[in-house]
Every structure is written in structure tokens, then in C-alpha cells.
């Protein structure tokens, strides 16, 4: 009997040891998880047709909120109410930074939404994306407040949410709920929770947003319900109490977090399971726990959580979950930056000054830019709490579904604190909807869908008679008259080329040459067609996204007075009537020759109309030129070879005879022997003849087109122009000229230097109440958020 007892005590022994290696192997087959996440700044959120919307991108280490080092394509989409792309940007994500503007104009009433995403995020769901909504439009002839062109939605659901996920049987359990409309917000309602027999349990209301908790410890061979005061017509059942699980109840208490675990109090024997917390796929900590009591307490350092959602799960000896729960720990510390106006109050068309702080910790610093907008409160939604970086890097990008006023919940207002809010929130928006469970999942993406930046073009070359391929032929890609080469690539066996990471800026006309292996222009350039951008998204998928903002209802009547004000305006009034002006100078455009070519020219031929006569350039060349010798398909510069160069780029006596005199500007010769090869110092025996045409849209494209050659309009990226503020002087500032700008001041690249940075702007005529938001990204992924407000008011008399 000794001997089998020392057996089973071994047994045990063994069978701890394996459960040990396996919660060990659980933790070490985790994958490390790569992800990032896109947060765009908007300057405001209400529009009219016309007006700009300007837009900071951040692109962060989805892990440390640190920006991403790399280059990356970021696409930036507005898209209408139906789902329809109507706006899109192409932006380049440099130090995970970027800035665009999105135009309005010509755009209809209604409510849009900013969407932006990378080649590396669209793997992983619409989830993963960025979403915003946004209000474009018109003011009408009252002055109401405009109303939504939807009907009421009077349905209304009640969703209940066991605490840990399932209820317990003879536990106390914590009962989360979440009372919404048909459009998805939070309501108010009250209820009561009955037993089966009609015996009420307790009673129960929501607290915020639709969303409040009750206790109850569900009892053996019962079904419970809830019933609604407002609707006595709803009968919803809870759902069914589980014998065997675990309640897992949570509370922070001062600088510790502290979890009660409770069981079946009914059970004969109480589990032995695993305590484990983890972030973002990331375990933090785990602990094996025996119960020898239907409940235990464990008490954990709130230091012991980075800033953010976390996870906490009990695992079975099986490594099955019994209960999961997300939690939100805060550090309790401040947005990071402190703005001091240097006044309150201003009056129209003042100079404003706003110092900024980062209050970051020691070793910490600003070495990016941060993005600002001072804007109309008019702008802006109703509520103010709609959406900013530290709401959506901490709270929408990390749970699924659309959240309601994400920002309030990091204010404490008089009914709740900012973690009792994010605790509710935790317990209903939060239970089984954490977006790393998804990545967790997923396939990490190649490194090549992360290493996406600039544009690849590309193509196949065939016989201009036959479909055959041109191997071993060289294609360049240039700009038109922009004087600058691409780039250079050789055909493979099968005559494919492939230009990788291409960058062009806005949209513009590149130029393809091909030359056969022979020299020839005997080659057709097929070009492969770019990938498709979105055109349609469900509207289903982008309102689960994010929520419909509410229009201010002040924003008709300001915006209605703005533009009639700007329509009233005359400005002929402050028109001056010149007498007669003789000009004594003209002013010669501006030209850039083809850089470290020659040092100077020995003879520079300006083309007029006059000389337009000529059939062909080489015949008008001649005609200057007396050593210029044409021979057959040669051209001899005093008998020695003559290089051709078009636009600052090799050419050839075939394409030289395409070009028509008056695309010419100004053509430069180069004598043989004055002309250096690389950085030896050796001399090019050969003349040069550099010719240069005019500005692409002073000639016609079409003359250009010839054999082995095509010329693609390709959309590079989008380079956003400078926004505009004014500066009032003595001279201007009494302009009659109005001044109501709904945005006085945006800049998306703030500097700091020391940890400090200082703005300067000039008021409007607005007289209203204006908001400044600063937002960005510390060196070590630390939020930085900031905001103020000042009024501007009528004159001093």
C-alpha cells in the first residue's frame, strides 16, 4: 500500500511537471506579432463644397505606438454614403509621417467617411483600417439646424454580457448590458430581471452610452429573463448558467488591480488553472492557482501593464479557456503637452501666440512633427469627444465595432470617471470582439506587402509585326520636358521589364523608350495594367467601423453667414485704375539646362516663330552650323561624331527628326574636344548638340509619339499645398476684403526643439468661441495630445 501511495505522489509529481512544460510551451508557441496601425489628424469635421480637408497621417508600430522608420504608400479614400470612392490620395509615409488635402469641390450634401489604409493592413480586414466621418455641406436659405435625410429608427436592442464570458451557477456574477437604438447608439431604459415564476430579481438601469451592470447569482433548474419599463412588450432571456465555470470579477483599486475569482460554491472539489495576462498577443505574466475555497482573491501592480487594453484568461490544465476579460490600465498621466494662449480673448484679425510643452519623461524627447488645426467650435460635431489620437491608438484600433464618443471616455465628467467608462466599455464592447485575437490568427504578411513604398511599372516589349518578345533591349522612363531620367532597365528573356519603387509627384506624363538589343526602336512597349484602387465598400462594413457624427446644429447658420458674407464682397471696390504703363523691361522665363553635361556652351541657337519655316530641326541646325555635315542616316561635326541630347537625355538622329520646330526653345553646341567623360578628366572626342523644348503645355503631346516609345499619364503621389494664413500688417489689416476662415491655422509639421515649439496666427472676423488641438508621437511611442480654446470677440472701443 506504501508503494502504490509513493506511485500516485509521483504521478502527481509528473503530471504537475507536464502541465508546467505545457502552459510554458502555450506561452513560447505565441508567434511575436507584427503590426501597425494608421491614425489620420483632420483639421475639422464639418465642411462645405469646396472647402479643403487637411489631413495628417501617422503610420505606428501597432505594438509600442513608436512611428514606423520605413517608407510606406498610404491611401487616403473619402467615400459617400453609399460606399462610393469619390476622393483618393496617394500619400508617401516617410518616418511614418505624411500630409495631404482632400478637395470638396463639386461633392454633395451628406455625411462621408475618411478611410485610409496600406497594402499591409488591407490583409487583416476592414477591421484593421482607419475610419473617420466627416459632414460636407451646403448652407440653405434657413437657418435651422439641417436635418439627416434618414427616418427614425425607433427598434431597439439589449444585449447581456456575463462577466468572463459565461454565467456561473451559485456564483456571484457580474452582468454587464448594452441598451441601443436602431442607429447603433447607447439609451437610456430601465428593466427588472425575472425568474421563469414571475419573481423579479433585481432591478437594473443604464448608466452611460446604453451601458451599465447588475449582480446575480443564477440558482439550479432556473431560466432568467429581463424585461423592459419602456417596451413591456420585450421579453429577453439571459443567457444559461454554466455549473463548471469560473467568474472572474475585476476592480482597480488605487495602484493595484484586483481580481476575484469565484466558483460553483455547490462543487465537491474547486479547479486548479492558469492566471494569465497578456498584451496585445504578448503574455505579460502567468501564475498556476489552486482553489481550495469556492473563490480566491488575486491582487496584481498596476506596473506591472503597459497603457492600454490587456487581456486576462484563466486556463483549464487543459489549456482551454474558462474565462477571459479585457481590462484598461491607465498610467494616469496627463496628454503630454501643456498649451498656454497668451490671451483669452482677441479681437478680429489679432496676432495669437500658444507656447506648447511636452511634458514627457526623462530620456524621452520630440524628434518628429506634430500636427495642429485651431478651428470654429462651430466645425466641429456636437460633443467635441468624437475621435483623437490617444481615443483611437488606445481604444478604436484595438477593439472591433464602431465606438461611441471614443475620446469621452478619458474624461471624468460628474456622473462617471474616466475608468469606470473604460471599464464599461471593456465589459460590453470588449467581451470577445479584441482585434489581436484576429492578428493572432492571421498570417503574418510577407516582408514585400510591408516594403510597398513608390509605384512598380510594368510591361513586356514584342516585335512591332509579331508577337514575339524582345529580350536583352533597353527601356528608359523619363519625364516629359521635365529633363530627368527615371530610370533604366533591361528586358529579360521573355522581353519584361519591371521598374520597382518608382516616385512621381502628382499626375503627370512619363515617357517610355525602348531600344533593341540591335539599337533598333523595332519594339511595341505593352505595359501591364496598375493595380485597381477600391471603388465601392460596403456601407454596412464602414458604419461598423465607426460611428455617424451629429451635426452642430449652429453650423448651418455660421456657414450660411460665412458665405454670404464672401459672395456680398465686391472686389472691384478696392480696384485701382492704372493710367498707361510702358514697359520697360521683359522679364525672360526661366530655363534649367541639363546639369554637369558641358560647362558652357559655344553657341546657343534661340528658336523664334520666324524660324519655324524649316521641314526639319537638322535643316535648321545646318543653316548655323556650316561644320555640321549630314551623311545619309550620319551626322559629322567638323568630321568627328556628334551626340545628340533631347531634353538633357541621349537621343538619335531618327528622333531628332520627330521633333518640329516650334516645340523648340533653345538648342546649345558643344564643339568636339571640350567636353569631359566622368570624373577622369578624360576628353570626349564628339560635338554635342543639346536641344531643348519648351514647357509641356506650351506644345502638343501627340508629336512626340513614335516608333518604340509610348507616352502613359500615370498618378504619383499627392503633394499637398501650403495652407493658407494671413498675416495683418498697418498696411492690410483694415482690408475690406472678408476674413471668415473656418480653420484659422493648420500645420502638420510642428517642430520642437528642447520640448518646446510656439505658434503664431492671426485671428478671423469670426466672432465665436475657436478650439486648438496638437497632436503626435514621442521617440519612445508616447501619445502626445493637447488642446485650448480662445474666444474672439468684437473690437475694443
Excluded at 345 to 367: N, T
Aim: net charge neutral; charged share 25%.
Amino acid at each position: 500500500m506504501k508503494n502504490l501511495t509513493i506511485a500516485f505522489l509521483f504521478l502527481i509529481s509528473f503530471y504537475s511537471q507536464i502541465q508546467a512544460q505545457n502552459i510554458q510551451s502555450w506561452i513560447d508557441a505565441k508567434k511575436p506579432l507584427l503590426f501597425e496601425k494608421l491614425y489620420v489628424h483632420i483639421d475639422r469635421e464639418l465642411y462645405s463644397p469646396g472647402d479643403f480637408i487637411q489631413l495628417k497621417v501617422y503610420q505606428v508600430n501597432g505594438i509600442s505606438h513608436q512611428l514606423n522608420t520605413n517608407f510606406r504608400n498610404v491611401f487616403v479614400q473619402l467615400l459617400s454614403e453609399d460606399g462610393k470612392v469619390v476622393k483618393d490620395l496617394m500619400l508617401l509615409s516617410a518616418g511614418g509621417q505624411a500630409s495631404g488635402e482632400i478637395k470638396t469641390l463639386g461633392l454633395a450634401n451628406g455625411i462621408y467617411t475618411i478611410r485610409a489604409k496600406t497594402k499591409y493592413l488591407e490583409t487583416f480586414g476592414e477591421e484593421a483600417l482607419f475610419h473617420k466621418k466627416i459632414w460636407i455641406s451646403k448652407s440653405f436659405s434657413t437657418l435651422g439646424p439641417i436635418q439627416k435625410n434618414q427616418p427614425v429608427n425607433t427598434t431597439i436592442d439589449v444585449s447581456f454580457l456575463p462577466e468572463g464570458g459565461n454565467m456561473v451557477l451559485n456564483a456571484v456574477n457580474t452582468i454587464a448590458f448594452k441598451a441601443i437604438d436602431g442607429n447603433g447608439k447607447g439609451i437610456f431604459l430601465k428593466g427588472k430581471i425575472m425568474k421563469e415564476s414571475g419573481d423579479t430579481i433585481t432591478s437594473f438601469a443604464t448608466s452611460y452610452l446604453g451601458m451599465g451592470k447588475l449582480m446575480m447569482m443564477p440558482e439550479e433548474g432556473v431560466n432568467y429573463y429581463a424585461t423592459i419599463d419602456q417596451h413591456p412588450e420585450l421579453k429577453i432571456p439571459l443567457p444559461i448558467a454554466n455549473g463548471k465555470g469560473l467568474c472572474l470579477n475585476y476592480k482597480m483599486k488605487d495602484e493595484s488591480l484586483l481580481f476575484d475569482i469565484s466558483a460553483n460554491m455547490k462543487l465537491d472539489h474547486y479547479p486548479k488553472f492558469y492566471f494569465v495576462a497578456s498584451h496585445k498577443g504578448t503574455v505579460l505574466f502567468n501564475k498556476e492557482i489552486a482553489m481550495v475555497d469556492n473563490s480566491i482573491g488575486i491582487k496584481v501592480s498596476k506596473n506591472l501593464f503597459p497603457k492600454g487594453i490587456s487581456k486576462i484568461t484563466l486556463l483549464d490544465t487543459t489549456l482551454n479557456p474558462i474565462a477571459e476579460r479585457l481590462i484598461f490600465v491607465d498610467d494616469d498621466k496627463d496628454d503630454l503637452l501643456s498649451l498656454q494662449v497668451n490671451q483669452k480673448e482677441f479681437k478680429p484679425r489679432e496676432a495669437v501666440k500658444i507656447d506648447i510643452d511636452a511634458l514627457l519623461d526623462k530620456g524621452d524627447s520630440i524628434k518628429s512633427t506634430m500636427s495642429v488645426t485651431v478651428v470654429n467650435k462651430n466645425y466641429l460635431s456636437t460633443g467635441e469627444n468624437g475621435q483623437n489620437i490617444k481615443s483611437y491608438l488606445l481604444l478604436d484600433s484595438d477593439l472591433k465595432g464602431a465606438i461611441e464618443s471614443p475620446a469621452a471616455y478619458f474624461v471624468n465628467d460628474q456622473g462617471h470617471t474616466s475608468s469606470e467608462k473604460l471599464d464599461m466599455l471593456m465589459l460590453v464592447q470588449g467581451w470577445r470582439s479584441y482585434l489581436w485575437d484576429d492578428v493572432e490568427k492571421s498570417s503574418t504578411p510577407s516582408l514585400a506587402d510591408w516594403n510597398d513604398a513608390g509605384i512598380n511599372i510594368s510591361g513586356h516589349l514584342k516585335k512591332i509585326l509579331w508577337n514575339a518578345p524582345v529580350p536583352e533591349a533597353v527601356v528608359s522612363m523619363d519625364y516629359v520636358y521635365r529633363y530627368f531620367n527615371i530610370g533604366k532597365i533591361t528586358t529579360d528573356k521573355d522581353g519584361r521589364f519591371l521598374f520597382k519603387h518608382t516616385y512621381l509627384v502628382d499626375t503627370l506624363d512619363v515617357m517610355l523608350n525602348a531600344r533593341t538589343k540591335q539599337g533598333t526602336r523595332n519594339a511595341e512597349i505593352i505595359l501591364d495594367p496598375l493595380p485597381k484602387m477600391d471603388s465601392v465598400i460596403s456601407p454596412n462594413l464602414l458604419n461598423n467601423s465607426c460611428f455617424n457624427i451629429e451635426l452642430n446644429p449652429d453650423f448651418n447658420k455660421v456657414n450660411l453667414s460665412r458665405q454670404t458674407k464672401e459672395l456680398e464682397f465686391n472686389p472691384e471696390k478696392g480696384t485701382i485704375l492704372l493710367g498707361a504703363v510702358d514697359i520697360v523691361e521683359s522679364r525672360t522665363e526661366a530655363f534649367t539646362r541639363s546639369m554637369g553635361d558641358y560647362p558652357w556652351a559655344d553657341q546657343t541657337l534661340i528658336v523664334t516663330p520666324e524660324d519655324y519655316s524649316f521641314p526639319y530641326l537638322i535643316d535648321y541646325i545646318a543653316s548655323k552650323v556650316p561644320s555640321l555635315v549630314r551623311s545619309g542616316d550620319e551626322i559629322m561635326f567638323s568630321n568627328k561624331p556628334v551626340e545628340f541630347k533631347l531634353d538633357g537625355l541621349e537621343s538619335d538622329l531618327q528622333e531628332i527628326l520627330t521633333v518640329r520646330m516650334k516645340e523648340i526653345k533653345l538648342i546649345d553646341i558643344v564643339n568636339p574636344g571640350f567636353r569631359l567623360i566622368g570624373e577622369l578628366g578624360v576628353v570626349d572626342p564628339r560635338g554635342l548638340i543639346a536641344i531643348y523644348r519648351k514647357d509641356m503645355h506650351k506644345i502638343d503631346i501627340d508629336y512626340l509619339k513614335v516608333k518604340g516609345r509610348i507616352i502613359p499619364k500615370l498618378k504619383g503621389f499627392d503633394r499637398p499645398a501650403i495652407f493658407y494664413s494671413p498675416k495683418y500688417t498697418l498696411e492690410n489689416i483694415n482690408s475690406t476684403k472678408p476674413d471668415f476662415r473656418p480653420t484659422l491655422y493648420w500645420n502638420p509639421d510642428v517642430s520642437f526643439v528642447n520640448g518646446k515649439a510656439t505658434l503664431n496666427f492671426f485671428t478671423s472676423d469670426e466672432l465665436t468661441d475657436y478650439v486648438v488641438y496638437i497632436e503626435g508621437v514621442s521617440k519612445e511611442g508616447k501619445i502626445c495630445y493637447g488642446t485650448t480654446g480662445f474666444k474672439v470677440v468684437k473690437k475694443y472701443q
